[in-house]
């Protein structure tokens, strides 16, 4: 399976664009879309869900334009959007029931694919309770049910562990993981922790433009020996976040230790350290705004 992306774009009213030139070719794994709130990772799954046409390039799923056909990917799509709402008044068991009857699916082999999916989401124990009385995390567990009923070849999920506790965030990437294997997974976060652990491609966007597509370790190896950490006094932070790209800062009793991204070190007092995922996309939106890429 394919996923084909050609100088996608999307024009709103008025002019503005709120995504330009995206090419990308991703297979089987989990795609890391990495941007901040507003960079265009939502305008970008919508038009991949086929619920927004481009205004320029084109999508082919399998070498099909999805504008032209949908319904080849339309069948085996999973979509997770950041909005997805629920009837509160009904039970998961019911809700996901109903889904399956929009989506078509035979009630019988509705039912065994209900009963597994509230298995893998660990909600079985909770599947007889009215969804309004759900937690955010619950929910969302849900919403990862509804998109996988139809056992699809790509799932696409938009922010989803914004609102949850950390304990909720690590089952939600493990189950991403697991649920990686023959389908292609599209995992949109301004959180880098998100990914970090599960991703097998990162693609970063920004002002509605890509910035980049590697493989993790190639942004780690990027902002090798770039990353620097030292002490100062809370007094100074706010002076320091302004001079520096910090990516990180942890207070202690002799100050707060911080973390930058830099080509060299800050201060004399600063000691290189080994990188992390975030001082590597930190590293990535640098380069493209020092290179000019995030111009309008």
């Given amino acids: ?32 879309l990495l941007g901040p709130n507003g960079a265009g990772k939502s305008t970008l799954l919508r038009l991949l869900a086929t619920i927004s ?7 082919l799923w399998n070498g099909e334009d999805i504008v032209a056909r949908p319904e080849p990917l339309r069948r085996v799509l999973g979509y997770l959007p950041q909005d997805f709402g629920v009837y509160p008044n009904l039970t998961a068991r019911e809700f996901l029931a109903y889904l399956a009857a ?11 694919r209900i009963e597994a999916l509230l298995e893998l989401v660990a909600l079985r124990d909770d599947a007889g309770r009215p969804l309004g009385g759900f937690s955010g995390g619950m929910r969302q567990r849900v919403g990862i049910a509804q998109a996988l009923l139809a056992d699809p070849q790509l799932l696409v999920v938009d922010e989803p562990t914004t609102g949850l506790d950390p304990e909720e965030r690590v089952r939600f990437r493990n189950l991403l993981s697991d649920l990686s294997g023959e389908r292609i997974v599209i995992l949109s976060t301004h959180i880098v922790p998100d990914v970090e652990s599960v991703a097998t491609d990162l693609v970063a966007i920004d002002h509605g433009r890509q ?15 770039r990353v620097w950490q030292w002490t100062v006094p809370s007094a100074e932070l706010a002076a320091v976040r302004e001079r520096f790209r910090i990516s990180g800062a942890l207070r202690r009793a002799e100050g707060v230790e911080v973390r930058a991204v830099a080509e060299s070190a800050p201060t004399p007092e600063a000691r290189p350290v080994a990188p992390t995922l975030e001082d590597g996309y930190l590293w990535t939106v640098e380069r493209a705004r020092r290179e000019g890429r995030l111009a309008a």
């Fill in 1 to 32: 399976m394919r996923l084909t992306i050609e100088g996608l774009g999307k024009r709103y009213r008025g002019g503005t664009w709120g995504l330009r030139g995206v090419d990308l070719e991703l297979g089987p794994g989990v795609v890391g």
């Fill in 53 to 59: 046409r481009p205004t320029e390039g084109r999508v």
């Fill in 102 to 112: 929009a989506k078509g699916l035979a009630r019988a082999a509705a039912r065994q």
């Fill in 211 to 225: 910035i980049a597509h590697d493989p993790p370790e190639d942004w780690l190896a990027a902002v090798e020996g």
